[in-house]
């Protein structure tokens, strides 16, 4: 448990690396889903910043582990576990930061869940939760954060999205349900928010190598592995730390898969062939369980590992060369239909 702050201090007020030139001592940084993947590892590189952290996902002895690795860089760590599906667990989040350290500069929205399934395979309890993870997480962080952002005159919501915030897919419906309503959500937060010194900013990540996939709700009966090409999660989290002083809104990671968007506008029956293609081909593949809700509604005790084991090299060159292949032989022969029609 980390100290409380003086408030004389003895700290100077320099711009700190949240880029933010009021608050005084080490910034106070809330990262949800801190216990795995991504969000563990935006805990490591604040905490070897020297901030303060407050770390939140649902299980205590997960986020204990990544609280041992953070004060081991020397940072001051407050745990809370948190539900952010539940309102009222997220605001007791926020007072616990704020009465441990007397202020929030940087949220990080980043705890998610995922499913896969055909929409009608899907139960309706699995495909709630994920949207209340997902999206209504987002919604009481925004609103817990702004509680104490407002008062202060600033602040930064770092909000997690994805590439699924742009494009759809088959079998991610509630995934990509949540995420386009996190981007409509964070862009008018965004236009709200003008002049008043606190800033939002939205983290829009590809295909990235965390335990998410093994995480995920299977309802396929076929087993998953993500699409390639599958990028580091040390970049999303460079991307994170870099985002409270980025001049940007929308900060894509991952660019290659960034490209599929100009298909998706502008040719969206060629979009949708190469995404059922892909998710058919490529993601889901064999005989996988039977219907699996994953870690969606029930938290696993251990923490997760940072990485999820999907980028060794002959694993990426295989599924991609296949995935690339297949992708550029549908999509040529989609366009020369198209423009047969025309
Ligand atoms: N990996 C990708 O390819 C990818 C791509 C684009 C965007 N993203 C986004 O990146 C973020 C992090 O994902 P990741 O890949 O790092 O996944 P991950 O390794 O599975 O980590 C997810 C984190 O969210 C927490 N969490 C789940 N449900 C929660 C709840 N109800 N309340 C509080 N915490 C909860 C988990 O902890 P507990 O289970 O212990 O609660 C865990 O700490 C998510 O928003 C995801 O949508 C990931």
């Known amino acids: 448990m980390g100290t409380r702050r003086d408030a004389s201090g003895g700290r100077t007020r320099q711009a700190d690396h949240t880029g933010d030139t009021r608050r005084a001592g080490p910034p106070v940084v809330v990262v949800t889903g801190a216990s795995s993947g991504i969000g563990r590892e935006t805990a490591r590189r604040f905490a070897r910043r020297g901030s303060r952290l407050v770390l939140a996902s649902r299980s205590r002895p997960a986020l204990e582990t990544v609280a041992r690795e953070c004060r081991a860089a020397g940072a001051e760590v407050l745990v809370v576990p948190t539900d952010v599906s539940d309102e009222r667990s997220v605001d007791a989040l926020a007072a616990a930061a704020v009465a441990e350290f007397g202020g929030i500069d940087v949220w990080v929205g980043n705890a998610g869940v995922f499913a896969y399934g055909a929409f009608e395979d899907l139960p309706s309890e699995v495909f709630r939760q994920v949207v209340e993870t997902d999206l209504m997480g987002?919604?009481?962080?925004?609103?817990?954060?702004?509680?104490?952002?407002?008062?202060?005159?600033?602040?930064?919501?770092?909000?997690?999205?994805?590439?699924?915030?742009?494009v759809g897919s088959p079998a991610i419906s509630p995934y990509?349900?949540?995420?386009?309503?996190?981007?409509?959500?964070?862009?008018?937060?965004?236009?709200?928010?003008?002049?008043?010194?606190?800033?939002?900013?939205?983290?829009?990540?590809?295909?990235i190598d965390t335990p998410i996939y093994r995480n995920a709700a299977n309802f396929t009966g076929r087993r998953v592995r993500p699409l390639p090409p599958v990028t580091s999660p040390q970049r999303v989290a460079r991307a994170i730390l870099r985002a409270p002083r980025s001049h940007r809104f929308a900060i894509p990671v991952g660019r290659i898969q960034t490209a599929v968007r100009p298909v998706h506008d502008l040719a969206p029956p060629v979009y949708d062939a190469v995404a059922a293609w892909l998710m058919d081909h490529v993601e889901l593949h064999g005989r996988g369980p039977a219907a699996d809700p994953g870690t969606v509604i029930t938290a696993p005790r251990a923490a997760g590992a940072v990485t999820g084991g999907w980028r060794s090299p002959g694993l990426r060159l295989a599924i991609g060369a296949i995935a690339a292949a297949a992708g550029g032989l549908l999509l040529s022969r989609r366009m020369r239909e198209a423009n047969r029609r025309t």
């Open 138 to 166: 987002q919604v009481h962080g925004a609103r817990a954060a702004l509680r104490h952002f407002r008062p202060q005159g600033h602040g930064t919501l770092v909000l997690i999205g994805s590439l699924y915030a742009q």
């Open 176 to 207: 990509a349900t949540s995420k386009f309503g996190l981007r409509g959500f964070a862009e008018c937060l965004r236009a709200e928010l003008r002049g008043s010194g606190i800033r939002v900013r939205l983290v829009l990540p590809s295909t």
